[in-house]
């Protein structure tokens, strides 16, 4: 079938009024957030029901026609980009956007996918209810990216992923039936848990619809420091003192390097370095809890002299207000926005256990500094969980052809290393197009080959995400 024949099959199937077929509107979805990869589609589908889903897969299904999920567009992988074909369709979410219901009493939410992720936290709040992922994108992700990708963000430490929200999904298979499982019970052992395998799979196995979603007591008291460390490991002391000493009320808890501030100041209006002399390295750290307490500023102000008179700390300062908290999680979110401005970047996803990040943080700096003379570090993240972003940007001055040029490299040196301290080099972005060969390297032959047989049994045509996660055709 010709593209045109394609799209006047999608017209009748859809109806016009939910089919995108000119170039100036198709524009946005052939560009990835990172501006990495660049693709062709002959059409974006934008439905309304999950029975036009169901439809389109059926019709795909049957055709052969590959399909791309499209979300908020804020992948880090190229993940609901098409390829070059111009033989993929992209079926955007964003009219899915109903928020089906929200039940403080069953303390859960049930969103459609196309729900924006602040939209999701907005209904929670008007309920009293609290619903914590929360990233830097918040305003433009969507839930079914969230849920697709396995979202991460700044409150993991506490309450987990986005794999630990879900209750149910509702999900259009690749034949077009829906499978729904959106209860919201907290148990059911009734055989496999199916839809934990749509959560991070990426959109290659289905595509999600809707999520019955976990919702937590509300936030009421809270208090937020901005504290410089000597290193890394002193953040990881810090972290393990703060934990025991606020019985476990650290809901976030951020490494920042100098050069996060840096960049911040540079290139994002408004930031501003909170403290009154230049540091190596800091850490954003926030306690929360659903009681109206006022004892959490000083438990952590406490914490903090403690460090500082041991010298774990070596200055630091406590949001004394909204607008201070707020000032201090504009720079920590803002930094890959500033990287960006910057100049080219290598971004490196990574996840080891938690005490040993200061020895991998030391041994992958020095690999760096040895090799990589055109980029700088720019290292930062969820250290809470483990997860940082080894990232690097061009270095002023530097050409940016002899940067990119070590990518390879780098990528590989800093990997292995990742494999050896038994860590993981996607901990939150996931794989999309970009990291389908590091899959391939660093997953055990077993979990791949099963990999590869689960995508078979749900999507024997190859239509869902072709090329994404997995290589259409197993090596
Ligand atoms: C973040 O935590 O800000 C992101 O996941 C971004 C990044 O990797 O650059
Ligand atoms: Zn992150």
């Known amino acids: 079938m010709d593209a045109k024949d394609l799209r006047s099959r999608l017209s009748v199937l859809l109806g016009a009024d939910c089919l995108l077929t000119e170039e100036a509107q198709l524009e946005p979805f052939l560009t990835d957030h990172r501006k990495l990869y660049r693709g062709r589609t002959p ?34 992988c190229g993940g609901a980009t098409p390829d070059e074909s111009g033989d993929q369709i992209v079926l955007s979410l964003r009219r899915l956007n109903r928020i089906r219901n929200v039940d403080p009493l069953n303390w859960s939410a049930v969103v459609e996918a196309g729900c924006i992720l602040a939209d999701v936290q907005r209904a929670a709040q008007s309920a009293d209810r609290f619903f914590p992922l929360s990233l830097g994108s918040e305003g433009s992700c ?35 039936r829906v499978m ?34 976990k919702l937590y007591p509300t936030i009421r008291a809270s208090a937020t420091a901005f504290a410089a460390v000597p290193n890394p490991q002193a953040a990881v002391t810090l972290l393990s003192e703060l934990r025991d000493a606020s019985g476990d009320s650290v809901s976030s808890f951020e490494l920042i390097p100098r050069v996060g501030i840096d960049l911040t100041t540079k290139h994002i209006p408004g930031v501003q370095d909170p403290l009154d002399r230049p540091y190596e390295w800091y850490v954003l750290c926030e306690l929360t809890s659903s009681r109206y307490i006022d004892t959490l500023a000083p438990i952590l102000e406490g914490a903090l002299e403690s460090a500082l008179s041991r010298g774990v700390v070596l200055d630091g ?3 004394q207000n909204e607008r201070h908290r707020e000032a201090f999680w504009k720079l920590r979110e803002t930094i890959p926005e500033a990287q960006r401005i910057d100049g080219a970047s290598l971004k490196h996803d990574i996840c080891v ?17 040895a090799n990589v003379p055109e980029g700088r570090l720019v290292c930062y993240g969820h250290v809470g969980d483990g997860n940082l972003h ?31 301290f038994c860590g993981s080099f996607s901990a939150e972005h996931g794989i999309g197009r970009l990291k389908v060969a590091e899959l391939e390297t660093y997953a055990q032959p077993e979990e791949l080959a099963m990999m590869h047989a689960v995508k078979q049994a749900f999507d024997p045509n190859g239509i869902m995400n072709p090329g994404k996660v997995l290589r259409s055709e197993p090596r």
């Open 43 to 76: 059409a974006v589908a934008l439905p309304r029901t999950v029975e036009q889903v169901s439809r389109l897969l059926a019709f795909c299904n049957e055709n052969r026609v590959g399909v791309v999920p499209h979300g908020g567009n804020t992948s880090y």
């Open 142 to 176: 969507q839930i079914g990216g969230n849920l697709s990708t396995n979202a991460g963000g700044t409150n993991v430490v506490r309450y987990g992923m986005m794999r630990d929200q879900v209750l149910g999904l509702e999900v259009v298979l690749p034949n077009g």
């Open 180 to 213: 729904s499982t959106l209860n919201t019970l907290r148990k059911d052992n009734t055989g496999y848990d199916l839809k934990s395998l749509f959560v991070g799979a990426e959109g290659t196995l289905g595509v999600i619809t809707a999520a019955s979603l």
């Open 317 to 319: 300062v406590l949001a």
């Open 353 to 369: 256990p938690i005490a040993v990040l200061p020895d991998f943080v030391e041994r992958a700096s020095a690999w760096v500094r």
């Open 390 to 420: 080894f990232n690097l940007n061009q270095a002023p001055g530097a050409s940016q052809e002899a940067f990119m040029a070590r990518e390879p490299a780098t990528k590989r040196a800093i990997h292995d290393l990742v494999r050896d």
